[in-house]
């Protein structure tokens, strides 16, 4: 059973709620769940593939028509969030079909895997364009409205969820275009959270761990269901219930967060904290402050092994 399967509590009844790259994989999982509980869904997918070539209104469309066949309200946005036009369409669509904006899910984006000295420009670009310009612009255009209801006196109970990742948190050997782009989406989480809390606005990120097209192709073995039909930790709809809470009114006082999801388990993730530290009180020489250095390393956690390392 799916969460877009189990029987609804109506956590996010009334609500509007847009996911980008909602067509396939984790996007798909949380669009249908949040239908499930009671949202109005904005479907974003520009349809491309994997690696964020051509385009197809498809993907969107079919996730809304499951949504609708099984009795929830949906609508299909095919336009490019990391443009400023396309954003702001995106953000018109919901206010022009459902009259408001409560929760905004960023989801998109596909990989183009190399190694650093074998990594183009292009590729660079590319990744960092769907996946961190295309959290920036969302979050501008619905901050933007927020903003204005909350001067005008009718705040809403709004969230954004970003989608970080494992790679984001601990790097990704052969990923350093999608390694750096998640990573700098925790950045824009934190900056974001203190910025929109004035209008009313909550903003979490989560870093999931679940089969999709791009998991299946990088870690094809851990990413595989499981054939006796037990339970599927890989499921994109594992992660889902913590993307539909967060995104729900029940959440509230729950802002600048990062959360890992995988399986059945959730974790609170702590991010950069200060260690040890030693202060001399003036200037260290080079020797004195390569010593102190090893001194401090030696009183300090390791840290986790890089994905992929060998």
Not at 6 to 17: D, E, H, L, N, S
Not at 67 to 89: F, K, P, Y
Not at 198 to 212: D, F, L, M, W
Not at 260 to 274: F, K, L, Y
Request: net charge negative; proline share 4%; charged share 20%.
């Amino acid at each position: 059973m799916t969460a877009a399967d189990q029987p609804g509590t109506g956590i996010c009844a009334g609500r509007v709620v847009i996911v980008t790259g909602a067509g396939r994989g984790l996007g798909r999982a949380h669009a249908r769940a949040y239908a499930a509980e009671g949202a109005r869904v904005v479907v974003n997918d520009l349809g491309v593939g994997a690696d964020g070539s051509g385009a197809s209104g498809g993907p969107a469309h079919e996730v809304v028509e499951e949504i609708r066949a099984a009795g929830g309200e949906a609508v299909a946005h095919g336009g490019d969030i990391a443009t400023s036009e396309g954003a702001a369409s995106l953000v018109r669509t919901a206010l022009d079909t459902y009259g408001g904006l409560d929760t905004l899910v960023n989801n998109a984006g596909f990989l183009r895997d190399r190694m650093l000295v074998n990594l183009e420009e292009d590729d660079w670009d590319a990744v960092m364009r769907v996946h961190l310009k295309g959290h920036f612009l969302p979050m501008k255009h619905a901050a933007a409205y927020w903003r204005g209801e909350a001067k005008a006196g009718r705040a809403r109970h709004a969230c954004v969820i970003n989608t970080s990742s494992g790679a984001g948190l601990l790097g990704s050997v052969g990923q350093g275009n999608y390694s750096a782009a998640k990573a700098g989406i925790l950045g824009l989480t934190l900056v974001a959270s203190a910025e929109f809390a004035p209008y009313g606005v909550r903003v979490n990120a989560i870093a999931p761990a679940a089969r999709t097209r791009m998991t299946e192709s990088t870690f094809a073995e851990t990413m595989a269901a499981p054939e006796n039909g037990g339970f599927d930790a890989m499921a994109p709809e594992n992660v889902s219930p913590l993307v539909v809470w967060l995104g729900s009114e029940s959440s509230a006082g729950v802002t600048g967060r990062v959360f890992e999801a995988e399986a059945g388990r959730i974790t609170v993730m702590e991010g950069w904290r200060p260690g040890p530290t030693a202060d001399k009180g003036a200037r260290w020489t080079p020797t004195e402050a390569g010593n102190t250095t090893l001194k401090l390393l030696a009183g300090a956690e390791a840290p986790q092994p890089v994905y992929g390392a060998r």
